[in-house]
């Protein structure tokens, strides 16, 4: 068994029925019960403006709900973030949030002078659980590319987290056996705190 572990679970879907939120409640209570500290969001349950009105130009003041996931962020060892795949990315709001929060002096840092890219992150690992609706993730990355690259390279891997990558689908109506095999393999991962 792996030392116990500060892990942060986000819900990255707007709502806390369904699927994917059973697969965050799976991995959430498995790693429970392996003594894993955990502390849990839900997206859709967050106030914030997910727009970036000015862009980068000027920073909005956060919202305390993007505070706190930021404190979460930095409190935890391990991240695990759980999304539906819409439209090979990940959902708008999900995506708004890390626009807005995933800024220099939290996530990296930028030197002017000499270009350099600081990873504030480094250390931390994170899993990224996807679930394709209505084909398989094989099709999908077969038939558009990665689809899981923007937030396991460009987000996460940018602030020097190393993160891993778990695909589940075609989920839209799965049989039995394999609704309970994915959950399984969900909580296995969140058992072992990975």
């Not at 068994?1 to 959430?28: C, W």
């Not at 349950?45 to 962020?73: C, M």
């Not at 708004?96 to 992150?121: C, Q, T, V, Y």
Request: charged share 20%; hydrophobic share 40%; net charge negative.
């Amino acid at each position: 068994m792996n030392h116990p572990r500060k892990i942060f679970v986000l819900l990255g879907h707007s709502h806390t029925q369904g699927f994917t939120a059973e697969l965050a409640d799976a991995y959430e209570h498995a790693a429970r019960a392996a003594s894993h500290e955990v502390r849990r969001l839900n997206l859709g349950e967050l106030k914030f403006d997910p727009i970036l009105h000015k862009g980068y130009r000027e920073i909005q003041p956060l919202e305390p709900d993007l505070v706190t996931v930021q404190e979460n962020i930095r409190w935890a060892d391990h991240v695990v973030i759980l999304y539906p795949n819409w439209w090979t990315s990940m959902p708008a709001l999900l995506k708004g949030m890390f626009d807005r929060m995933w800024l220099p002096d939290f996530a990296f840092s930028f030197s002017k002078e000499n270009h350099d890219i600081a990873e504030l992150l480094k250390g931390k690992t994170a899993r990224v659980i996807v679930v394709d609706g209505a084909q398989s993730p094989f099709m999908t990355r077969l038939k558009y590319g990665d689809y899981t690259n923007e937030i396991s390279r460009g987000i996460l891997g940018f602030s020097g987290m190393s993160a891993q990558v778990t695909t589940m689908g075609p989920c839209e109506h799965p049989d039995a056996a394999k609704h309970a095999a994915w959950v399984a393999q969900v909580q296995e991962l969140g058992s072992q705190g990975i």
